[in-house]
């Protein structure tokens, strides 16, 4: 059974940061690339970042948006995903969600406001 379970989401101030981790069973996670995307109700889920697996050369890219403030990761190690959040602004408030392949985590809310 795969499973990502997702967690690090909270309330921030703008300005802030939050570390979002994405633990991840089922499936061999160092051949995978993972990615996270965010949706806020209402509106389609939107792409946020992703990274390659090894023979990939762990390769990452970022929509517009969180370009300089968002970094994604990997740990190969503890089959888990990172998204570490800096200079958060409200607009980035939504649930985020890691995803491979097919499957999808629960998702974990962010909310950034004072």
């Known amino acids: 059974q795969v499973q990502l379970v997702e967690s690090g989401g909270g309330l921030v101030q703008p300005g802030g940061s939050l570390r979002l981790s994405c633990v991840v069973s089922?499936?061999?996670?160092?051949?995978?690339?993972m990615a996270w995307y965010r949706q806020v109700p209402g509106k389609q889920r939107e792409w946020v970042a992703d990274i390659g697996h090894s023979l990939q050369n762990f390769r990452r890219y970022y929509t517009d948006s969180v370009k300089g403030r968002f970094a994604i990761s990997r740990d190969d190690a503890k089959n888990t995903v990172y998204l570490q959040m800096n200079s958060l602004k409200p607009e980035d408030t939504a649930v985020y969600y890691c995803t491979t392949g097919p499957w999808w985590g629960q998702g974990t809310q962010v909310t950034v406001s004072s």
């Open positions: 089922g499936i061999l996670f160092n051949g995978s690339a």
